[in-house]
């Protein structure tokens, strides 16, 4: 099945997959990702990308702004992870989510709000979605963020492989709950060849759907957060500069 204008198979898994494929009626400061990544937009304070950092921070009071450009990092990949394999195992193609017509709001709340301007359909195979997801988005946006970040690559590369673990799971759970054990199989099978890019190769230990990180996201920085589900650590660290190692 060939994607619909409308990405219309998408909106029953929920906030995370849906993506917006008509103009927003509300104006809102949507600007293209390409532009986010290489510097050149020209409105929100002028830097998009560390006004959705300083948002986030705001929300999550967090104490440092590289907590909260981790947090932030780790959202924007899982609404790109689930968009893609969502498609991926739903029609068997993914949309082009090219940065030249991804547009983004980062004064929006979370999930963060997408709007692609043209449905254009691609191979729904693990290969297409990592150049799409991993080398179009994520490679640019960790090169963007630790250009004004002290983020250690390989917490990036382990928020993008934990993004995406959780994307499959969520997808797989909402397939078996719905009689789609084709859909489970096809999620699962995505999520662990995406897993076993180069690029992301190391970054944990997956189990079924259960995923083991081998670094740390920092939200247990955030007052309150204690650590995540699929984090390298049993509790919170006391000392910090074990958890930005990686």
């Known amino acids: 099945m ?4 409308g990405l219309s198979a998408l909106r029953p898994l929920g ?4 993506l917006r494929t ?3 009626t509300a104006r809102g400061p949507f600007i293209l990702l ?4 290489d510097g050149t937009a020209g409105d929100v304070q002028q830097d998009p990308l560390s006004c959705r950092v300083r948002k986030v921070a705001a929300a999550l009071r967090a104490p440092e702004a590289r907590v909260a450009a981790s947090v932030a ?7 790109l992870w689930s968009v893609a394999l969502g498609c991926a195992a739903l029609y068997g193609h993914v949309p082009d989510l090219d940065g030249r017509l991804l547009h983004w709001n980062p004064d929006g709340s ?3 709000d997408l709007w692609l301007s043209q449905v254009r359909s691609l191979p729904g195979n693990a290969a297409t979605v990592a150049d799409t997801v991993l080398h179009g988005h994520l490679e640019p946006l960790a090169a963007a963020l630790r250009t004004r970040h002290r983020l250690a690559p390989g917490l990036l590369r382990g928020n993008a492989a934990s993004a995406l673990a959780g994307a499959g799971r969520e997808l797989e759970r909402w397939a078996r709950r719905n009689g789609r054990t084709d859909l489970a199989a096809r999620a699962r099978s995505l999520t662990a060849d995406l897993l076993a890019h180069p690029l992301l190769t190391g970054t944990g230990t997956l189990a079924g759907t259960a995923f083991r990180r081998r670094s740390c996201c920092l939200y247990y920085r955030v007052p309150g957060g204690g650590v995540c589900g699929d984090c390298c650590f049993p509790r919170p660290p006391r000392s910090s500069p074990q958890a930005t190692s990686g």
Do not use: E, I, N, T
Request: proline residues 12%; glycine residues 8%.
């Open 34 to 37: 390409s532009q986010v990544y």
């Open 73 to 79: 990092q780790q959202g924007l990949a899982a609404r």
């Open 15 to 18: 906030g995370f997959f849906v």
């Open 2 to 5: 060939d994607l619909d204008p």
């Open 110 to 112: 979370a999930p963060d």
């Open 22 to 24: 008509a103009a927003p």
